[in-house]
């Protein structure tokens, strides 16, 4: 570098306290010019260079599931790649120059030069990247706290529909059989006597009481044509519309044989469709209430899961964060064998139980991962030596060892580039260790994959 150019390095806030005899720390550096467009890093890729704006702007921009998210905007006396050279990791932004810059740039080499001779800017660079971690970090713990959300609302969409339409398809049906039973009810109440009445109120209360078999697919496909048959040979109409529900009652052709033998001739058919409508009503009525009450479950694992309206640290019960969160990745594990091998008596903890929720779902769903959503999983508690053990098992192929060792390093991942941070399980292990003075191990063989999340008894809030 000239000595004008020298100057203008020398003005930027980095450098600016540099005396005379510490500028030997900038040898090896050199001027770069970069028109709009250039690319200085990309991401996922070892660049080995740091740069310092000298003139100009350069816009750091992620990828997050195929979309484009600017991260920050670098202007003049801005520097950038500091965090990947000390980290030795790959990029995690693309670095594109925006305006026409000026740049200084330092070399792999020429970076730890620097930091080693003069102290005053290395302090800044590990304060900088200090800064940029947990900047990062934080970003991308809320943008993957949003994209788990946006995946758990479209299970729970799934899952809600489900008894949504089937309360929705009952309230329609119950309308139509309700105007069925009073059509029946108008008839018949011209043409019995009292006794009649009784016998009909009798019969309606034995079979609305009666404990129906278990019953296969085929033994009832047969008991519906037996009833059918038997209620078309009486010349009762809609026979086979009729049946279904008298099988899944707990009735047969005697029971309806004995019925009717109290009706006058000209009325059984009214009877017996008054008595099908009313065993309907009964079918239609708890099929809205196991709906609703499904729909009332959903909601209420998802309030408790994120702990809406209630203080960040209380006293949780570890299973109920558990079994939350499995009900929010519910749609992930239909076709996953899921054991649970829970310990009931462990005590609760005082935690930040969203944020662990925040870890399960992060362990939980890495194991769905490793068995392609069809392998077992196995998720226990247990009590060992004042602490709360959680384990996730999976039966997967496993982590070759050569991951093992990168596991909690800082955007190390194993997914393609837009696919993941690289701070999932960063993130777990520090809910874990420093918001709840615990610790995260795993253990890893083909075919096994065990993670075990310890969490102290008696920790102060």
């Given at each position: 570098m000239n000595s004008s150019e020298l100057q203008q390095v020398r003005s930027t806030p980095l450098f600016a306290k540099l005396t005379d005899d510490q500028l030997g720390c900038l040898d090896g550096g050199e001027i770069i010019e970069a028109p709009v467009g250039t690319v200085l890093a990309s991401e996922?890729?070892?660049t080995g260079f740091f740069h310092v704006i000298l003139e100009g702007e350069v816009r750091a921009t992620r990828t997050y599931d195929r979309q484009s998210i600017l991260l920050g905007v670098n202007k003049a006396g801005n520097y950038l790649g500091e965090t990947m050279l000390l980290l030795d990791v790959p990029w995690v932004a693309t670095c594109r120059v925006?305006?026409?810059?000026?740049?200084?740039?330092?070399n792999q080499e020429s970076f730890w030069r620097m930091l080693v001779t003069c102290q005053t800017v290395a302090r800044d660079i590990f304060r900088s990247a200090s800064n940029r971690m947990r900047n990062l970090e934080g970003y991308s713990q809320q943008r993957e706290k949003l994209v788990s959300l946006g995946t758990m609302a479209a299970g729970l969409a799934h899952e809600l529909n489900n008894p949504a339409a089937a309360a929705r398809r009952a309230a329609s049906y119950l309308q139509?059989?309700?105007?069925?039973v009073q059509s029946f009810l108008c008839r018949l109440g011209k043409a019995l006597e009292p006794e009649h009445w009784q016998h009909l109120l009798n019969a309606a209360q034995e079979a609305a009481e009666r404990k129906p078999?278990?019953?296969?697919?085929?033994?009832?496909?047969?008991g519906a044509d037996t009833i059918g048959n038997w209620l078309n040979t009486h010349g009762i109409a809609a026979a086979w519309d009729l049946a279904p529900t008298f099988v899944n009652a707990g009735l047969d052709v005697a029971w309806l044989e004995k019925f009717t033998e109290n009706i006058p001739p000209t009325s059984r058919a009214?009877?017996?469709?008054w008595l099908e409508a009313r065993l309907n009503l009964k079918s239609l009525a708890t099929q809205v209430e196991q709906s609703t009450g499904r729909i009332a479950e959903l909601v209420k694992a998802v309030k408790s899961y994120s702990y809406m309206d209630q203080s960040p640290m209380q006293e949780v019960d570890i299973h109920e964060g558990i079994e939350n969160t499995l009900t929010m990745l519910g749609h992930k594990l239909k076709n996953v064998t899921l054991v649970r091998a829970f310990d009931r008596s462990v005590p609760r903890i005082m935690a930040y139980g969203s944020e662990l929720n925040q870890v399960w779902t992060n362990l939980i769903d890495n194991a769905i991962s490793a068995v392609n959503g069809t392998g077992k999983i196995c998720v226990g508690t247990s009590l060992e030596d004042d602490q709360l053990v959680v384990e996730?098992?999976?039966?997967g192929p496993g982590i070759p060892p050569e991951v093992q060792a990168h596991m909690f390093e800082p955007f190390f991942t194993t997914k393609s580039v837009g696919t993941g941070t690289g701070l999932g399980l960063v993130i777990s292990n520090r809910i874990v260790g420093d918001r709840h003075g615990g610790e995260i191990e795993f253990e890893s063989q083909p075919g096994e994959t065990r993670f075990k999340v310890r969490l102290p008894i008696n920790r102060k809030p």
């Open positions: 996922g890729e070892h925006s305006k026409p810059a000026r740049l200084f740039r330092l139509r059989t309700t105007d069925n078999p278990e019953l296969d697919h085929l033994a009832r496909s047969d009214d009877a017996l469709g996730i098992v999976d039966n």
